[in-house]
């Protein structure tokens, strides 16, 4: 595995690269290593700012030669937001390095988690949470989905949805006590009765039954977690109830 000296190498790299090209104004680190020292496992995530008008691919492909030529980098796969574009790398010792550009006009903090290196940002524009009621209709949409798929015998895609179902009812828990709701950022700082009710949810089988008994604690945590839904809950809860009935008609 990497070590923090190796993320640490690739980070001074990149950096002084992007600090002597001219088309390149503004640098910034962001993730868990914004604003503090990460852990030993953290991911390197950078992002600049490129004068408007200049090619932006055009960069990204000149840093990607780079990192492959210096690092041995391995281009995963990139994610276009607005008009940023973001690459993720794979490096040997399973360093992921998440970089990004954007056009200088649109070089801005989307969250909480990102400090300035050099150059300007543009007004911060944080990307905001999902309300309760769309996480509280993701889970119902997935129970729906979870069911129908156990009914067709199609027990691998249930435990996709019954799986679903818990962790937009975490998200939910986590969003009513003010914690982060992406990617499962809080669930580990939910109350400890919280997380023992997600673990009955926990599917431990393909069994038709035992998909049947994890996809009724999913949706006994989702009801436990409605928050600012109640109305919108006691509508759809009852229905989810009888969904997880064992026979239906």
Same mark, same amino acid.
Request: hydrophobic content about 40%.
């Given at each position: 595995?990497?070590? $923090?000296?190796?993320?640490?190498?690739?980070?001074?790299?990149? +950096?002084?690269?992007?600090?002597? %090209?001219? !088309?390149?104004?503004?640098?910034?680190?962001?993730?868990?290593?914004?604003?503090?020292?990460?852990?030993?496992?953290?991911?390197?995530? +950078?992002?600049? /700012? #490129?004068? %408007?008008?200049?090619? $932006?691919?055009?960069?990204?492909?000149?840093?990607?030669? %780079?990192?492959?030529?210096?690092?041995s980098a391995t281009h995963l796969f990139?994610?276009?937001? @607005?008009?940023?574009?973001?690459? #993720?790398?794979?490096?040997?010792?399973?360093?992921?390095? %998440?970089?990004?550009?954007?056009? *200088?006009?649109?070089? !801005? *903090?989307?969250?909480?988690?990102?400090?300035?290196?050099? /150059?300007?940002?543009?007004?911060?524009?944080?990307?905001?949470?999902?309300?309760?009621?769309?996480?509280?209709?993701?889970?119902?949409?997935?129970? +729906?989905?979870?069911?129908?798929?156990?009914?067709? /015998?199609?027990?691998?895609?249930? =435990?996709?949805?019954?799986?679903? #179902?818990?962790d937009y009812a975490l998200s939910l828990?986590?969003?009513?006590?003010?914690?982060?709701?992406?990617?499962?950022?809080?669930?580990?700082?939910?109350?400890? =009765?919280?997380?023992?009710?997600?673990?009955? &949810?926990?599917?431990?089988?393909?069994?038709?039954?035992?998909?049947?008994?994890?996809?009724?604690?999913?949706?006994?945590?989702? &009801?436990?977690?409605? @928050?600012?839904?109640?109305?919108?809950?006691?509508?759809?809860?009852?229905?989810?109830?009888?969904?997880?009935?064992?026979?239906?008609?």
């Open positions: 595995m990497f070590t $923090i000296d190796d993320r640490n190498r690739v980070r001074d790299h990149v +950096l002084e690269r992007a600090r002597v %090209d001219v !088309r390149v104004v503004a640098g910034a680190v962001v993730g868990s290593l914004a604003n503090s020292e990460g852990d030993r496992w953290s991911d390197l995530d +950078l992002t600049f /700012g #490129v004068s %408007d008008g200049i090619s $932006i691919g055009e960069v990204l492909d000149d840093f990607t030669n %780079d990192l492959r030529s210096e690092f990139d994610l276009p937001s @607005g008009a940023a574009i973001y690459r #993720v790398f794979l490096l040997p010792g399973c360093l992921q390095f %998440d970089l990004s550009f954007a056009p *200088a006009s649109q070089f !801005r *903090a989307l969250g909480p988690e990102f400090r300035l290196l050099f /150059g300007e940002a543009a007004e911060q524009a944080h990307v905001q949470p999902p309300q309760e009621q769309q996480l509280f209709g993701y889970a119902a949409h997935q129970a +729906l989905r979870a069911r129908f798929c156990i009914e067709r /015998g199609r027990l691998w895609q249930a =435990e996709y949805w019954v799986s679903g #179902v818990r828990a986590c969003h009513r006590r003010g914690l982060p709701a992406f990617h499962g950022r809080g669930f580990d700082l939910l109350p400890p =009765e919280v997380r023992h009710a997600a673990t009955d &949810a926990l599917t431990r089988s393909l069994d038709r039954n035992e998909l049947l008994r994890a996809l009724t604690c999913a949706v006994g945590l989702l &009801a436990e977690e409605t @928050g600012e839904v109640q109305e919108l809950a006691r509508k759809v809860v009852p229905q989810l109830r009888q969904l997880t009935q064992a026979t239906l008609q």
